[in-house]
């Protein structure tokens, strides 16, 4: 039993303790519960000051109109041509008149000539194409139609532009196959010129600009002057230019003169300038008639490159050159053995920054030398090979 006592008493003074710990936890908590009680007077406090403010703002804003949705957008009409240009091919027959059916020729057209012999001098006026749409004149695929004149020229356009003729086979004009004048942007392409009086394909000034034209894939043989000629007459009219044309890629062949020709009439001021000349095959031009050059050239600002010059009897030889800052480069010059002067493979004579480079001369005949240079300055020689 005495056990039984003391267990009792550590038992009683045990809960006497927690008693004591007990009042202490509450009194802490009523303490808490008590400074929570002022801190949500505080909060009811400041909630009532942000009510009034909130109800001042209510009365001082005024809501907006709602957004109202924009019409959806509408597609646009198309733009309508005011006057659209028809395309159409009109087919020509032996018995046909070329001309008239030029003259109604509009913007995108094409004009098929069938095979066979037309003869007729041919006047094209005021006729244009756009770059989009070039007025087309030209072969039937697969066939060969000859058109022969029996006036001054087959083709003579005027006050024309961006016309295509193309794989035409002309001859016997008492002067000129091909005669471009006053016109710009024309192309001449797989053309044969040949028999003609004159020239096979002439580009000048004679009525007005004739610039940006282009002589590419033709041949043009047996005409009785010049085989191609980029021309500044003396008579055109005041400021009239022959510039930026083009002659490339065609075979010229037994011209009674000179095969290239770029230059005035009378050898002076004002010159055609802006010409290349390029990838062409001259020969055996000026056989009979002892014409001053091969490739006559004057102008500024010259391309004069990879062209094939053979059997030459001119008496300057192959090229000859009144130039201003242009390039004479990538040529070869062969058996200039008929000239009888000076048949120099390349003549500059009156020259100013000019370069002559990797050009191959050889076969050169007579008195002729590989490269002569006259009363120039500024003249760049460079990988030129002369055997």
């Known amino acids: 039993m005495k056990f039984k006592v003391i267990l009792d008493q550590d038992i009683l003074i045990d809960l006497e303790q927690q008693d004591g710990d007990i009042e202490r936890d509450v009194s802490s908590l009523q303490t808490k519960v008590f400074s929570l009680e002022e801190s949500?007077?505080?909060?009811?406090?400041?909630?009532?000051?942000?009510?009034?403010?909130v109800s001042v703002l209510e009365e001082s804003v005024v809501d907006p109109e709602p957004p109202v949705d924009p019409e959806p957008p509408v597609d646009p009409e198309p733009p309508v041509d005011p006057d659209p240009l028809p395309?159409?091919?009109?087919?020509?027959?032996?018995?046909?008149?070329?001309?008239?059916?030029?003259?109604?020729?509009?913007a995108g057209d094409v004009m098929e000539i069938h095979a066979g012999t037309y003869n007729e001098e041919i006047e094209?006026?005021?006729l244009h194409g756009t770059p989009e749409q070039p007025i087309i004149v030209r072969s039937a695929i697969g066939e060969t139609p000859l058109i022969k004149s029996a006036g001054w020229v087959v083709f003579d356009t005027s006050e024309c532009s961006y016309i295509t003729y193309d794989g035409l086979n002309v001859s016997e004009a008492d002067y000129d196959g091909f005669y471009v004048t006053n016109a710009h942007h024309i192309v001449i392409k797989n053309c044969a010129s040949h028999h003609n009086g004159g020239i096979g394909i002439h580009v000048l000034n004679q009525r007005g600009n004739a610039d940006y034209n282009i002589v590419r894939f033709n041949e043009v043989t047996y005409n009785g002057a010049e085989g191609i000629y980029v021309d500044c007459k003396a008579a055109a009219p005041a400021g009239a230019t022959s510039d930026h044309n083009i002659v490339e890629d065609n075979i010229i062949n037994f011209n009674k003169y000179d095969g290239v020709q770029n230059t005035n009439q009378y050898g002076v001021a004002p010159f055609p300038n802006h010409t290349i000349i390029r990838r062409n095959v001259i020969g055996d031009n000026s056989l009979n008639s002892h014409s001053w050059a091969t490739m006559d050239l004057a102008g500024d600002d010259l391309l004069v490159e990879e062209n094939i010059i053979h059997n030459v009897a001119a008496q300057s030889g192959c090229i000859w050159g009144k130039l201003t800052n242009s390039i004479i480069r990538k040529n070869k010059a062969t058996n200039d053995y008929f000239s009888y002067t000076y048949g120099d493979a390349i003549c500059l004579d009156g020259c100013s920054n000019v370069v002559v480079e990797d050009n191959e001369t050889f076969g050169i005949g007579k008195s002729g030398f590989g490269i002569t240079v006259r009363n120039s300055s500024g003249v760049t020689l460079s990988g030129n090979v002369h055997a």
């Open 124 to 126: 094209v006026r005021n």
């Open 40 to 53: 949500v007077t505080a909060l009811g406090e400041q909630v009532s000051l942000l009510s009034g403010r």
């Open 87 to 106: 395309e159409a091919t009109h087919h020509i027959y032996p018995g046909d008149n070329i001309e008239a059916t030029l003259r109604n020729l509009v």
